[in-house]
DNA sequence: CAGTATCCTATGAGATACTG
DNA sequence: CAGTATCTCATAGGATACTG
């Protein structure tokens, strides 16, 4: 299969996507939406720390990249519920490794952090 | 197993981590230096539009976060070839599956961030 | 060759307060 | 409940030029 895409080369889209993924909340909203439709109050208490402009911003961008769905319930109260889409449940898996290799490895990087840092000032 | 460690928990230093991830240039220095070690040039090169000041910033990190090696050579002209470490190496797969998911999918973002802007100006 | 040194700016992101 | 509206700031990152 030719993809024809490549992240080592310059204003290749794939690096764009790159960016998105990484941004400082988007794959904190995977995680949080990984078990299905969580209204905006439930996503906010899960991501400990998120203030509601910047998430608001998060789950617009990734709604506008296809990765998630936005439900509005003619209610009162209001009700919006946020899921992944399809094409966002295939990047959850790759990304949820990327997660747990970090929960995994965060004590040797901060160790490792220890020891450069101790090197620099002896 | 007990890592303790929880993206979703603010202050968790596995943010930390993920947030390193998730610089601009990060992945693609895990990319550059997926055959081996590689010299500070070609590394150059071979990342389309990094400047090398930013590229040594990216490589210094990485280096403090024990994910890669720098040896310098006692050479004129000088020469320093940089490598993933055994810890890098363990990164390299799950990012790699990452950067794969956005080479295929580049072009469905793209289509539905075309369809989301098509919605919103209509 | 492998970086530094400066300067500069866009923007990601936080704090706070308000609303349909 | 589910957001907006402002304001503000730090800093990631770019442009350019220089050096052991």
Redesign the pocket.
């Known amino acids: 299969m030719d993809t024809s895409f490549d992240v080592l080369n310059n204003d290749c889209p794939s690096r764009v996507v790159l ?1 998105r993924i ?5 794959p904190l909203v995977f995680q949080a939406l990984k078990g299905g439709p969580v ?6 208490s899960t991501i400990q ?12 961008t990734l709604e506008r990249d296809g990765l998630v769905r ?1 439900t ?2 003619a209610q ?7 899921e992944l889409t399809p094409l966002g449940l295939t990047l959850l898996e790759p990304l949820d490794a990327v997660r747990a290799w970090a929960e995994a490895n965060a004590a040797h990087i901060l160790d490792a952090r220890d020891d450069y840092d101790d090197r620099q000032s002896s």
């Not at 209204?39 to 906010?44: A, D, I, L, N, P």
């Open positions: 960016q990484g941004d400082k909340w988007a209204r905006f109050s439930r996503v906010r720390g998120v203030t509601p402009k910047v998430l608001t911003q998060t789950l617009r936005r509005v319930f009162v109260p209001p009700r919006v519920d946020y």
